[in-house]
């Protein structure tokens, strides 16, 4: 089985937020592990998604690409993503 790395990648969500349900969801059925930032329970990652990536907005996955930081939003963009990159 070859290992997946996901070193690269962190989730920004809270755990009642429908879309990031569904994103989690898809990161289980994938059988991936992702660093899980909760923006509720945690006000740096909150702050540090509004700085970083512009706005509050979540789910948002943080891609690191080399000296390059991406941050993607809408739930449907991160699974089709995560999808293609693991699936």
């Known amino acids: 089985m070859t290992q997946k790395n996901t070193s690269d990648l962190s989730l920004y969500q809270y ?10 969801s898809a990161i289980k059925k994938l ?13 740096h990652h909150r702050q540090t998604l509004f700085t970083e990536g512009g706005m509050t ?11 390059d930081v991406e941050w993607m939003y809408e739930s449907s963009d991160i699974v089709a993503y995560l999808k293609k990159r693991f699936g």
């Open 57 to 67: 907005q979540v789910p948002c996955l943080r891609i690191e690409k080399g000296n």
């Open 15 to 24: 755990n009642f937020c429908p879309f990031c349900m569904t994103t989690r």
């Open 31 to 43: 059988g991936i592990e992702i660093e899980i930032r909760d923006t509720m329970k945690n006000p």
